[in-house]
């Protein structure tokens, strides 16, 4: 080999080497970004699990409560100025549409942040939010024992399908990042690259 030969073949190998340097570089900052933003989203996720939980368990159980028992009826029968059917049906309707608007804010925020088996179980909350405000609505006063086992019933499902999304978004926060996940984060970025 000659030294102008050596000299072209170190010169290839050092813009090989420089082009290699510059892609690994690259590729491990892109890395970085997408292990960044797996942590954050986590973040944000965790938040918004715990506050829509904390809203379901106080929207829910107010919803259900919503209908008075028993005693709080005869002394709303004796003492208001009026007919307390009405005001009890248009006190319902007002806490249940307040209480729909507040629960819905905290699913969508869960919705946006996904991911699908997550989506799933919040769906069923929706769902199950949407039966709670419809039962309660129709409710008729004073509350006879089949009304108060429904009600029960509705609790009940309203508790399943909490535990149901409890389950899915604990399985979410517990799972850690793994490669095939950034590898799914990774294509996410070629896109919106090309896009660009």
Same mark, same amino acid.
């Given at each position: 080999?000659?030294?102008?030969?050596?000299?072209?073949?170190?010169? *290839?190998?050092?813009?090989?080497?420089?082009?290699?340097?510059?892609?690994?570089?690259?590729?491990?900052?892109?890395?970085?970004? +997408?292990?960044?933003?797996?942590?954050?989203?986590?973040?944000?996720?965790?938040?918004?699990?715990?506050?829509?939980?904390?809203?379901?368990?106080?929207?829910?159980?107010?919803? +259900?409560?919503?209908?008075?028992?028993?005693?709080?009826?005869?002394?709303?029968?004796?003492?208001?100025?009026?007919?307390?059917?009405?005001?009890?049906?248009?006190?319902?309707?007002?806490?249940?549409?307040?209480?729909?608007?507040?629960?819905?804010?905290?699913?969508?925020?869960?919705?946006?942040?996904?991911?699908?088996?997550?989506?799933?179980?919040?769906?069923?909350?929706?769902?199950?939010?949407?039966?709670?405000?419809?039962? +309660?609505?129709?409710?008729? *006063?004073?509350?006879?024992?089949?009304?108060?086992?429904?009600?029960?019933?509705?609790?009940?499902?309203?508790?399943?399908?909490?535990?149901?999304?409890?389950?899915?978004?604990?399985?979410?926060?517990?799972?850690?990042?793994?490669?095939?996940?950034?590898?799914?984060?990774?294509?996410?970025?070629?896109?919106?690259?090309?896009?660009?």
């Amino acid at each position: 080999m000659t030294a102008e030969q050596a000299t072209v073949v170190a010169a *290839f190998i050092g813009v090989v080497g420089g082009l290699a340097g510059v892609y690994i570089g690259r590729w491990q900052v892109r890395a970085e970004a +997408v292990v960044e933003h797996e942590q954050w989203l986590r973040g944000q996720r965790r938040e918004a699990y715990t506050a829509l939980l904390a809203a379901w368990d106080a929207s829910v159980l107010k919803l +259900v409560d919503l209908p008075p028992d028993g005693e709080y009826w005869a002394h709303l029968e004796a003492t208001y100025q009026g007919d307390p059917v009405e005001a009890m049906e248009e006190k319902i309707w007002n806490e249940s549409l307040q209480i729909k608007e507040d629960l819905k804010q905290h699913l969508e925020r869960v919705q946006l942040l996904g991911p699908d088996t997550v989506d799933a179980a919040c769906a069923t909350l929706a769902d199950t939010a949407e039966a709670v405000v419809q039962r +309660v609505r129709r409710v008729h *006063f004073p509350l006879n024992e089949a009304a108060i086992e429904e009600l029960d019933e509705l609790r009940d499902r309203a508790d399943e399908a909490r535990t149901e999304f409890f389950s899915a978004a604990r399985q979410e926060i517990h799972t850690p990042p793994s490669p095939r996940r950034r590898g799914w984060a990774n294509r996410y970025l070629a896109r919106v690259r090309q896009r660009s």
